[in-house]
């Protein structure tokens, strides 16, 4: 796994200042590439690349990057694996006359492009990818990233420059790059907690979104181009859903999985995977271990805190699969020790607080292996969060209630805390039936409540998936972007089921934006290098064929994915409530964290700044304090771009 970056200048330019340039955007990102570093640089044409390189396959100087084709046509800087290159590899040898030179996967996409071009050699990869291909004949400059999402890759033009990067802090290290925020993309920071795709937090700077490829001519024009359409395999998939039964569909799927899994497991350096004790996790190291030869290293974080740990669960799976475990309890402190690094380490606003403890376990994880396999995608492809059950089931009950009643009923569950409730359900927890039982009662009552308050379906998602409901009014002079979210008539005529259009906003927005993007960050913080098998692109395409009892059964989620590894795995090791990965901000922001939040909070400083309108967050500050209401996803919002600001602005 790798770092990338670049700039091109429409002019000839001197090649001492764009070398000064080039390498002070490519070293910024030594984390992600800490054992090589390489440049290309044409003074001609103004074109700048840098890399750096995490050696995986082939640790020998052979995989050196900027790497050129055999023609010496294409340059390339490249950050990703593509799991399939031994198989493309060999089929371009038996069809032509070329000889590799090392044993990389980058020198295998390289000959791919001389032989098939770029939009039919990104069709037959299988990875996770970013790159730029510089085209000496023609002048041209490619960005491309993999189907899913996993792999950032940033772009845009200012002043005539264009600039990319795997991450923003290398476009800032330019001197060229002026940045200056863009209120509308902030907007949407506080309504998601993270910035959606294609959007970034700078003006003129954006994400290239998943499975898409940009071509830039000498004239700084950028076309964008499709090379794999997830609408249209989703349109497919509702229209001719598969013909198998659930057992042969069970069969098919644990095939993929397998398969996902074995390539996603040769490396030439160390190897472990991240445990949980979830279901997508334990499903991931159960297949790992099933072909491997010794044990599998495992790794799990764990909290004092019951309600925020899962290590115990990790720890019974792992002996049942006897992986080779390693576990680390983290105290309190140790958690937020890791939140001064979070504007580094994330580089624009994103304030998933379950971001530190992927920081912790991919640190953790770091000290024994180089690349880890996690379990990210089941819940968005299967059918995993609680909102595609509960929330579809109770709108199909409460829709027919008056409005005002509804709105009522929601007043009555606002007058009491999420603590106050759960401190309830806890003293009546003996008589509730244990299939009733769950996680944060007051949290869930509390996205009852939006049900309650939502005039349709999909009003209902857009509630349960916004943190600020009117970030406009928080954000001074903002409108919000739009988004795919905005877009939902469009999508309900292809997806009319609201379970579906769930799971397929989720999986165009949520995961990329939020998931992906908080393990890229973490784990590259750490030189780590992160696979996730589940988001196989042929994995995703067969999700996107099941019918949805397939997925979504008898209460259950991710019913055919449960079936896989109950083969593996005792059923009562993973049965039980879904549990997230986070910490209890809630309680750290009354407490230790106080006097550091109050001092960002500041209404001073914050009407200095100009950004937001501080009266909203005081008064959600003050209510939060008071231990009236639990305000934590919001006040970390607001923490998290003050924070941010405060070091980036």
Not at 524 to 541: G, N, Q, T, W
Request: proline share 5%.
């Amino acid at each position: 796994m790798c770092g990338i970056a670049g700039f091109w200048i429409q002019r000839e330019n001197n090649k001492e200042a764009s070398k000064e340039e080039i390498i002070k955007m490519t070293r910024i990102l030594a984390h992600r590439g800490p054992d090589d570093e390489g440049f290309y640089i044409d003074e001609k044409t103004g074109i700048a690349l840098g890399h750096r390189r995490l050696s995986i396959l082939d640790l020998s100087p052979k995989g050196h990057q900027p790497m050129i084709s055999c023609s010496g046509r294409y340059v390339i800087v490249y950050n990703g694996e593509v799991y399939n290159y031994k198989e493309l590899r060999k089929e371009i040898k038996n069809n032509c006359d070329i000889k590799f030179k090392s044993d990389t996967d980058t020198e295998v996409i390289l000959a791919g492009f001389e032989i098939w071009g770029i939009e039919e050699t990104l069709r037959r990869v299988n990875g996770m990818f970013a790159f730029a291909l510089w085209d000496r004949k023609e002048k041209e400059l490619f960005l491309a990233r993999d189907r899913i999402g996993i792999k950032p890759l940033y772009y845009g033009i200012q002043n005539g420059i264009l600039f990319f990067a795997s991450e923003l802090k290398a476009i800032r290290a330019n001197r060229f790059f002026k940045p200056e925020i863009d209120r509308s993309a902030l907007a949407l920071f506080f309504r998601h907690n993270y910035i959606p795709a294609p959007y970034s937090i700078y003006k003129n700077i954006k994400k290239l979104e998943p499975a898409y490829y940009a071509i830039i001519d000498k004239n700084l024009n950028i076309k964008i181009r499709c090379y794999w359409n997830i609408e249209k395999i989703v349109k497919d998939g509702v229209k001719t859903p598969i013909e198998l039964s659930e057992k042969e569909a069970t069969l098919e799927l644990e095939k993929l999985l397998l398969d996902s899994v074995k390539k996603r497991m040769i490396a030439d350096v160390p190897l472990g995977a991240f445990l949980s004790g979830g279901i997508d996790s334990s499903t991931v190291v159960a297949l790992m271990q099933a072909q491997s030869n010794i044990p599998v290293k495992t790794f799990t974080i764990g909290f004092y805190e019951d309600n925020y740990s899962e290590a115990k669960c990790a720890k019974k799976v792992a002996k049942h699969l006897s992986t080779d475990h390693t576990e680390l309890y983290v105290t309190p402190k140790e958690a937020i020790d890791v939140i001064p690094k979070l504007p580094d380490i994330y580089d624009e606003p994103f304030s998933d607080s379950s971001q530190i403890p992927t920081f912790l376990v991919s640190q953790l994880t770091k000290r024994y292996v180089t690349v880890s396999l996690s379990g990210d995608g089941g819940d968005e492809l299967f059918g995993g969060y609680n909102r595609y059950f509960w929330a579809s089931n109770i709108w199909s009950r409460m829709k027919f209630l008056p409005f005002a009643l509804r709105l009522k009923m929601a007043k009555v569950v606002f007058l009491f805390s999420p603590q106050s409730i759960d401190n309830f359900f806890k003293k009546i927890e003996i008589i509730i039936p244990e299939k009733f039982k769950q996680t944060l009662y007051g949290d869930k009552l509390y996205k009852l409540s939006k049900v309650l308050i939502s005039r349709s379906s999909d009003e209902i998602y857009k509630r349960l998936i916004s943190h600020w409901k009117s970030p406009e009014g928080l954000v001074l002079n903002s409108k919000e972007s739009k988004t795919i979210l905005d877009d939902f008539l469009r999508i309900k005529d292809f997806i009319p089921n609201f379970k579906d259009r769930m799971m397929f906003f989720d999986f165009m927005t949520y995961l990329p934006d939020d998931i992906l993007t908080k393990v890229d960050r973490a784990s590259m913080a750490v030189s780590l290098e992160v696979r996730v098998p589940i988001l196989d692109y042929r994995i995703v395409e067969f999700s996107k064929k099941l019918p949805l009892n397939f997925k979504i059964k008898n209460g259950k989620s991710k019913w055919i994915l449960r079936q896989i590894l109950y083969k593996y795995v005792p059923k009562e090791l993973v049965e039980r409530p879904k549990m997230g990965f986070g910490v209890p901000i809630d309680n750290w922001l009354r407490s230790p964290l106080k006097d550091w939040a109050e001092d960002l909070l500041d209404e001073k400083k914050i009407k200095r700044d100009g950004f937001l309108n501080p009266e909203p967050i005081k008064k959600l500050w003050k209510e939060h304090l008071s231990g009236k209401r639990n305000w934590q996803y919001l006040l970390w919002d607001v923490l998290m771009f003050q924070m941010w600001k405060e070091r980036w602005m």
